[in-house]
């Protein structure tokens, strides 16, 4: 089946605008992630849904950046403000419901911020 | 508080010798480790983890990985290094629904 899907896959915008990134997670994959990846730099997780549980947001690095998820599927990463340190690589995966489960990553989405 | 390092920024071996990417954690209860592998221009991909029972796992591309309890460590290897093997390595632990990823090890495996 598909993999996770993430777009746009490439995004340059202004400081100061607002950008909204999406993924897509595995068919049937209750835990969704996201995370961001700077150059050169590890994974700095942001923001964990779980099924329909309040979703754990205590990476999230400022109030300028939320998401949200409907249900067991879509999921949407918003930054409002785009400051330039956010350009970044952010990554999205998902995972069964079973705990301990690896992750599946989606393609990421390259966001400049200008 | 719950972290993963990789002492190692970049590996560099010769294509045919074995391979270790050192990783060490420090987690509260349990550690339920993981390795990923990111291959240029590509996302992350799941290589294997230790969950419990024998302290050598094996995964895919023939590496595998040894969790060591005393040391607290999990470090990923393989007999025979490929060219094909070259990219950026990721040790990650699993604690109270939240992965945290090392900063990653960036291997080179020269022909």
């Known amino acids: 089946g598909a993999g996770v899907s993430q777009s746009p896959s490439n995004k340059v915008t202004e400081k100061g605008k607002d950008v909204e990134l999406r993924c897509d997670p595995i068919?049937?994959?209750?835990?969704l992630y996201w995370y961001r990846q700077r150059l050169g730099q590890g994974l700095e997780f942001l923001i964990y849904f779980q099924g329909n549980s309040a979703p754990d947001k205590s990476g999230l690095p400022s109030d300028r950046f939320s998401a949200e998820r409907t249900g067991e599927s879509v999921s949407t990463l918003t930054i409002q403000r785009t400051q330039q340190e956010d350009s970044a690589v952010y990554l999205c995966?998902?995972?069964?419901?079973?705990?301990?489960?690896?992750?599946?990553f989606g393609p990421g989405t390259r966001l400049t911020v200008l | 508080a719950q972290s993963v390092a990789q002492p190692e920024d970049q590996v560099n071996v010769a294509e045919g010798n074995p391979l270790t990417v050192k990783c060490t954690y420090s987690?509260?209860?349990?550690?339920?480790l993981f390795w990923y592998v990111q291959y240029p221009n590509r996302g992350l991909q799941f290589l294997l983890k230790?969950?419990?029972?024998?302290?050598l796992v094996k995964g895919s591309y023939g590496f595998e990985a040894e969790f060591n309890k005393s040391q607290t460590s999990f470090h990923l290897k393989k007999p025979s290094a490929l060219v094909s093997d070259s990219a950026l390595y990721f040790c990650?632990?699993?604690?109270?629904?939240?992965?945290?990823f090392g900063s990653g090890t960036k291997l080179n495996v020269k022909p």
């Open positions: 995966a998902s995972s069964p419901r079973q705990v301990y489960n690896e992750q599946f």
């Open positions: 230790y969950i419990t029972g024998d302290n």
């Open positions: 987690v509260s209860g349990n550690p339920y």
């Open positions: 990650a632990v699993h604690n109270f629904n939240k992965f945290y």
């Open positions: 068919s049937g994959h209750t835990a």
